[in-house]
C-alpha cells in the first residue's frame, strides 16, 4: 500500500488541489509525505485541510502530522480536529500527548477564539488535567528536586514533563473553568453529609492543594484560588487529616491573603482559623492537665503561627458581630 502511495506523489504537481476530490488529495498528501517531502505535504495539506474530511482524520489517526494542524490554526474545523486527538489522551504516549497539549494547544492554538469555545472549554480539558496530575504522583517530590530528574531513568523523566505540562494547563484554564469547583455549591457546605461527598477533583484528592501555586495572580484567579483553599481546609478540619498547624500555615500562604478584600472571604477564614484556634487552645489545656511538666516550646509556635495567619486577613472589614468571638488572639 505504502509503495502504491509513493507512486502517487508523481501525480502530484500535475493536479489542482482545489479541483482534486478530497479522499484522492488527503492520499496525495499522504503520498507526498511518504517521499519525505514535508514543506511540499504541508502546502498541500493546507489547501485540501478544510473541505477533506479524510485529511481530518489522516491526522487523528497520526498517519499526517499533529504539527500541520498549526498552519490551518485559523480554520474552527482544526480545532474540532485537535479536541478529537486530545479526547486519545490516555492512549497516547507521554511524549505524544506533552506535545499536544505544550505546544500545540497551548502555543499555537491557545489565541484562537474557536479554541476557547471548543476546546480549552470543553470538560474534557478537566479530564486531562487531572490525569497529568494522577499519573504523574510518582515523581511529585522530582519538581521540587532538579538532582532527581537526572539521577531518574527516561520514564521518570517523562512523567516529570507531563506533570509540568499538566500544571501549565491547569494554570491556562483555570478561570476557564470555575477553579475546577463544582457548578452550584451548598448555600452552608459545612454542614450535613456534605463532606462524605465528593463534588470536584479537590474533593477526591485527584488536584492537590500545593497545584494553586501555579494559579495566576489575577483577581479573578486568586479569588477562585481561596474558594479552592477554604474548601479544601474545611474539609480536612472536619475529618482531621493533615489539620496539623504546620501543614495549615504551608497550604494558607497559598491564599494570597494579604490581598484579598472580599469581605465573604475573609469572613469565611476567619471563621475557619477560629477553629483552629479554638481546637489548639482544647488541645493545650488536655496535654497540660495530663501532663503539667509538658514543654509548651512547640505550643507557643503554633500559636504564634496562627496568630500570624489571623494578622494576614483584612479584619476590620468584617462586622463588629463576627469580631466578638472569645477564640481570636485578644491582640486584634
Known sequence: EESTL?????????????????????????????????????????????????????????????????SVKMHRVASVVLRRLLARYESLSRADLCHLLDNVLLEDFREEKHCHDLVLNNALVQDITVYC????????????????????????????????????????????HGGFLP????????????????ECPWDSGDLDLPLLQHVPLTEDALHLSRRVLLRGLFRRQHADVENDVPTIVR????????????????????????????SQRAKKALAVG???????????????SLFRMFADLQFWRLQLKELLTPWAPPQL
Open 6 to 70: 509513493a507512486d502517487l506523489s508523481g501525480f502530484v504537481a500535475y493536479c489542482d488541489p482545489l479541483q482534486t476530490p478530497p479522499v484522492l488529495a488527503a492520499a496525495m498528501v499522504q503520498s507526498v509525505l511518504l517521499k519525505a517531502e514535508t514543506e511540499r505535504a504541508r502546502l498541500l495539506f493546507e489547501a485540501v485541510f478544510v473541505r477533506s474530511r479524510k485529511a481530518q482524520a489522516m491526522v487523528v489517526a497520526g498517519r499526517i502530522p499533529v504539527d500541520f494542524l498549526s
Open 133 to 176: 496530575r494522577v499519573s504523574t504522583r510518582s515523581v511529585a517530590q522530582a519538581t521540587s528536586d532538579s538532582d532527581a530528574v537526572l539521577q531518574g531513568t527516561s520514564q521518570d523523566t517523562d512523567l516529570l514533563r507531563l506533570r509540568k505540562v499538566g500544571e501549565r494547563l491547569f494554570a491556562a484554564v483555570f478561570v476557564l
Open 290 to 304: 495530663l501532663e503539667p511538666d509538658i514543654d509548651n516550646c512547640h505550643w507557643i509556635q503554633d500559636e504564634e
Open 251 to 278: 497550604l494558607w500562604a497559598l491564599g494570597r491573603w494579604g490581598s484579598c478584600r472580599d469581605a465573604a472571604l475573609i469572613s469565611e477564614a476567619f471563621s475557619f482559623l477560629c477553629i483552629c484556634w479554638r
Open 183 to 198: 457548578n452550584e455549591e451548598e448555600t452552608c457546605p459545612r454542614r450535613g453529609e456534605h463532606w462524605q461527598v465528593a
